[in-house]
């Protein structure tokens, strides 16, 4: 089976393309690739398919196998695969995922893809929508209590559940400690992506990123639009904010005038491969 690895800000995919590839195990598939050792090395699987209801759809896998919604970084990956990979002609792409139909809209220069513009959609704000378990919307300071410590989260969703807590300093954060707590909270049904954020200033922050089914990772383009949201709701930034993960940079703005939240940022190939394990 043929793969393509890509990088969005270091958030790494194996990406199969579901137009000439068929695959029947997706979430077996996605344990065997991701795990480094054996497999080949990711933070999951991302499957291109044809859609009835937009240009192509998206499935992603999460290294544990299980189906996340939505994945900003992947997003702009398949908007660089499906242009530079002759599968359309356009730089307007619309694509299905389990969290809804994104837009993008790719700056394209000499045929390659620079960087790729995302219509995330509106931020999902209620709390039975997230879902958290929270009597009142938005939910903004909900004490969650990590090894004796209490942390305020404020709870977003952009297609996939998200958990946003504001720190003094994120890279002296336990991310491991903490998120693996937080994502499992009995306050999340469908568990969450926890993100710990510092805010430098008005509109600039930096994240990190406990992912639901991933454990730590380099970015979360999803983690970026609902880390920018939580803090616009905080009153800590304006409306456009530089976002500075550890593997790159997001530039998110969340409009007043739609209500929709718009990432962009970076999509990079790695390498070709074939796959010669079973799942
Ligand atoms: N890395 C992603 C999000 C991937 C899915 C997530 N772990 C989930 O289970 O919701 C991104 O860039 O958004």
Not at 1 to 12: A, H, I, L
Not at 137 to 152: M, Q, R, Y
Request: charged residues 25%; contains cysteine.
């Amino acid at each position: 089976m043929r793969f393509t690895k890509m990088e969005g800000c270091g958030n790494d995919y194996i990406y199969i393309n579901c137009f000439e590839e068929a695959v029947n195990q997706p979430e077996k598939l996605a344990i065997a690739m991701s795990e480094r050792h054996f497999g080949i090395g990711a933070d999951g699987l991302v499957l291109i398919m044809p859609s009835k209801k937009a240009d192509f759809r998206m499935r992603m896998f999460n290294l544990d196998g299980s189906e996340g919604e939505m994945c900003g970084n992947a997003v702009r990956c398949i908007g660089k695969y499906v242009f530079e990979r002759g599968m359309t002609q356009n730089k307007e792409i619309s694509l299905e995922t389990a969290g809804g139909i994104r837009y993008l809209s790719l700056n394209v220069e000499n045929e390659i893809v620079k960087t790729v513009g995302v219509d995330m959609g509106e931020p999902i704000l209620e709390a039975d929508n997230i879902p958290v378990l929270h009597e009142s919307s938005p939910v903004i300071g909900k004490k969650i209590t990590v090894n004796e410590k209490e942390l305020a989260f404020t709870c977003v969703s952009m297609g996939n559940p998200h958990a946003v807590t504001f720190v003094e300093d994120a890279q002296a954060l336990p991310v491991e400690e903490y998120g693996t707590l937080v994502e499992m909270n009995a306050f999340f049904p469908n568990k969450t992506n926890v993100e710990f954020v510092q805010v430098f200033d008005k509109n600039h922050i930096k994240m990190r990123v406990w992912e639901r089914g991933s454990g730590e990772t380099l970015a979360c383009g999803t983690g970026a639009c609902a880390s920018a949201v939580a803090a616009i709701l905080n009153g800590f930034c304006d409306r456009e904010i530089q976002v500075s993960l550890l593997g790159g940079e997001l530039t998110i703005y969340w409009s007043e005038e739609d209500n929709h939240v718009y990432m962009t940022g970076p999509a990079a190939f790695s390498f070709d491969g074939v796959w010669l394990r079973g799942v």
